[in-house]
């Protein structure tokens, strides 16, 4: 380039419509050692031959054989070949002039000219041209070199009036590739502050900010370094460069969490190299074993942790396995010597080029996990309240104790049941139960040996478990110990009481070898020493065995019987002393079964209120009395009123008192004409049973309480029931007028009823000397065999027409 010869290798094409004159300046180009490619006379052409040829200098006239000027043609070949054009014309007008440098020639020579000037400007043009092409070059590998950086340069010229802190005067790059301004639009608002304070205060600096390349991409971490370069002339500006730094940052800030979480987990961390020597443990470790990072650093924590080393296999095994780690429970020591119990967690550490690099191994001390999984295990067994077993302890007992081959004899079940209890519970208070409750438990773990079992299944019931039994009659001496214990007075905060027991007692054997079976035995066993008296036990025999598979029997069969339509419905008459009229009917449940003939409901009713079947048995005998009733009023017999027992699992049944008034609203029966026996024992259930009363008694529906005196009302309580009605338990009118306690209990009974305005029904009257005994007494309403049993519904209209009550009370 800086010898003349060396221009003489050019290849240079000539664009030239006048023909003498292209031959004449080719003549002149070969004399100075240039090489002419071609001759051409239009723009078109000179295109045309750029796109095929090589060449390294176009000499071109503007004004040619087409209406294409030389112009156009200059600007095409530049942007599409990038051949440098030097322009030869005889026109120097402004527009001819402005339209040559729109197409950035490399020169621009006026017809005529001389020799020498031509090859001066040929050899200028090429000059400048291989310089503009090593620049583009030196531009394209910085470009390159940016973006491989991920950085990018940006240049802000400020105004004059913006002061700037000034350094040395720089001489600028060369390279500008964006404005401040238009750096400044894809930074982030709340960024753009920072740059704007950095620039105005020093001369060099460099600021992270969060940039994005195009509206509407998500920004990006980046740094912007830059600088401030003042001219000779006053003029100054700041160039820059940006570095992408968004996946770095990203790493930083994963470092900086996992360096958060490794300096404040609870869990204990430690960091091995390959060869399992620690590197580096976290504070968590050094809370957890009292051992420092200087303790225990390059040691193997199988030396000074692990309180059984892994195997030997281990370590390779999870460097090998793909899944890279393992977990599980491990006994740890602590630097005292103590021993606790850890879930540890181990994994790898691979390098790029998967090599093993490092073992993590976290570890968490759980110690009080494993107590309160023991103090859970203990209360799931344990009854809260007396500190004996429960139900599932008695279930576990008496299984192992039946599966276990290694306990000679046979096991043994008291199943107890506090006569009283319900009375102590409800005159003294709650508090005074429990601690009541707590005194028998204790009483009762003193009573038998340490290997036997006491558990409370609830409320004031008891199961002693004995195994290795030999005989009943050691069953019938811890019995016996169990009733004195129970006898001896208690003292509670504020009274000192006095109570029995009942106690049923069942022996395993062939034939009662199975958990349920036995429980449901003793309990068969216990409802017999109940029956016979309270403050006894009763042992599971033949006989009970008998009655205790009826009661199976009658069970399974209970629950078909509705569907079946084996349940039948009857009435016996109400009758009014002071009007010798019938003033109502009781709806009496009877059950004929195909096999079992008749079952009288004093034997299927105690079996159904021990299920839900109870409840499907009162609804269906509500809806059938109703309908006996409509029956009734639509043939015109006198208005009667119908009385329908309810048990206490049908008014703990919050949609009870719903049925009750679709069934009414079903029949069209007036709510005056219904009434509701409730036993008395059914009002200790709770307070949800007490809202339900006053529920059916705002409906108009009549309440009466059943088997009056058999139960614990007191009678504070009775006086805030809702009750209408009173009825004398049969018991105490069946010895009526010769028992002089019946007499008393009645005419208390009927004192009683008189203050609260209760009117009283005796049941069970059978004769004359008890009719008498009763209206001597105050009693207005009886009922009994005297005047009729119960009888079918389709007989009623006839009995009432046949009946002379008038005669019949004499």
């Known amino acids: 380039m800086n010898s003349h010869s060396t221009l003489r290798s050019y290849r240079i094409l000539i664009v030239e419509d006048e023909k003498v004159t292209a031959l004449d300046l080719k003549l002149t180009l070969e004399d100075l050692g240039y090489t002419v490619v071609a001759c051409v006379g239009s723009g078109e052409a000179a295109i045309a031959a ?18 294409m000027l030389g112009t156009e043609a200059a600007k095409i070949i530049m942007q599409r070949f990038g051949v440098p054009v030097l322009f030869l014309s005889a026109y120097t007008d402004e527009q001819t002039l402005d339209d040559a440098s729109d197409s950035l020639p490399y020169g621009y020579m006026v017809k005529p000219f001389e020799k020498r000037e031509v090859d001066a400007a040929i050899r200028i043009a090429l000059t400048r041209h291989h310089a503009d092409m090593e620049l583009r070059q030196s531009e394209e590998r910085l470009r390159l070199a940016l973006e491989a950086a991920r950085m990018s340069i940006w240049e802000w010229t400020p105004a004059p009036d913006v002061e700037i802190q000034m350094a040395v005067k720089h001489s600028p790059p060369q390279l500008i590739s964006e404005s401040l301004d238009a750096l400044l639009v894809n930074v982030h608002p709340d960024d753009r502050d920072k740059i704007h304070q950095q620039i105005t205060s020093h001369n060099r600096f460099q600021q992270p900010v969060r940039y994005r390349k195009h509206e509407g991409n998500d920004y990006r971490r980046v740094e912007l370094f830059a600088s401030l370069f003042s001219w000779a002339n006053g003029d100054r500006r700041v160039i820059g460069v940006l570095h992408d730094v968004h996946e770095r940052y990203l790493a930083d800030e994963q470092l900086r969490q996992a360096n958060a979480v490794f300096n404040s987990t609870s869990e204990g961390i430690l960091i091995t190299d390959n060869l399992r020597r620690v590197l580096n443990v976290n504070p968590a470790f050094s809370q957890i074993t009292g051992y420092s990072t200087e303790d225990v650093r390059g040691q193997n924590p199988d030396e000074f942790l692990h309180a059984r080393r892994h195997s030997d296999q281990f370590y390779p095994r999870l460097a090998s396995d793909a899944q890279g780690y393992w977990s599980g429970e491990i006994a740890c020591q602590r630097k005292n010597g103590e021993f606790f119990p850890a879930w540890e967690h181990v994994c790898t550490v691979l390098s790029d080029d998967g090599q093993l690099q490092n073992f993590v191994i976290t570890f968490s001390d759980i110690s009080e996990l494993r107590r309160v999984e023991k103090n859970l295990a203990t209360l799931a067994y344990m009854d809260a309240l007396t500190g004996v077993g429960n139900r599932v302890r008695l279930e576990q007992v008496v299984r192992e104790a039946l599966e276990g081959d290694d306990t000679p004899g046979s096991v043994g079940i008291l199943y107890l049941d506090l006569d009283g209890f319900k009375l102590i519970n409800d005159t003294l208070g709650h508090s005074e139960g429990d601690l009541l409750l707590r005194i028998m438990a204790d009483r009762f773990k003193q009573s038998v040996r340490d290997e036997d079992t006491v558990v409370r299944i609830g409320g004031d019931e008891f199961v002693i478990v004995l195994t290795g039994v030999e005989q009943e009659d050691n069953l019938k001496i811890v019995a016996t110990k169990l009733l004195a214990a129970v006898q001896e007075p208690v003292t509670l905060s504020r009274e000192r009481v006095e109570l029995s027991a009942s106690i049923g007692i069942v022996m395993s054997r062939p034939s009662v070898h199975e958990y349920e079976e036995l429980l449901k035995a003793a309990d068969t066993a ?24 009826e009661r199976l029997r009658i069970e399974r069969n209970l629950k078909q019987a509705i569907r079946n339509d084996e349940l039948a419905i009857e009435f016996q008459p109400l009758i009014d002393l002071q009007t010798a009229q019938v003033y109502g009917m009781e709806a009496l449940c009877r059950w004929y079964h195909d096999e079992l003939g008749m079952i009288p409901p004093d034997r299927f009713i105690p079996i159904a209120e021990q299920s839900d079947v109870i409840v499907d048995i009162g609804a269906w005998m509500l809806r059938e009395s109703c309908r006996e009733l409509r029956n009734w009023m639509d043939a015109g017999m006198p208005p009667l009123v119908v009385s329908v027992n309810v048990s206490a699992r049908q008014l703990t049944d919050s949609s009870f008192s ?46 009466a309480i059943d088997d009056f005196g058999t139960g614990y009302s007191s009678l504070s309580r009775l006086k805030e029931l809702p009750f209408d009605r009173v009825k004398i338990d ?81």
């Open 730 to 810: 049969r018991s105490f009118v069946r010895d009526l007028p010769h028992d002089s306690n019946d007499i008393e209990i009645c005419r208390a009974i009927m004192a009683l009823c008189q203050v609260l305005n209760l009117r009283v029904t005796a049941e069970g009257v059978e004769n004359r000397n008890q009719l008498n005994m009763l209206r001597e007494l105050g009693c207005c309403c009886i009922q009994g065999y005297l005047f009729s049993r119960p009888m079918r519904p389709e007989c009623v209209a006839d009995w009432l027409q046949g009946a002379d009550i008038r005669a019949i009370l004499g």
């Open 658 to 703: 719903e049925l009750l008034i679709a069934t009414l609203e079903e029949f069209n029966i007036p709510a005056a004409q219904l009434e509701l026996e409730i036993t008395e024992t059914a009002l200790q259930a709770n307070e949800q049973v007490l809202r339900q009363l006053e529920n059916i008694r705002k409906s108009g529906v009549g309440l």
């Open 50 to 67: 750029a796109e095929v040829q090589d060449i390294d200098l176009i000499l071109m006239d503007i004004h040619l054989d087409t209406a």
């Open 526 to 549: 216990l409802f017999e020493a109940k029956r016979q008296g309270k403050n006894r036990y009763c042992i599971y025999d033949f006989a009970l065995a008998m009655e205790f598979n």
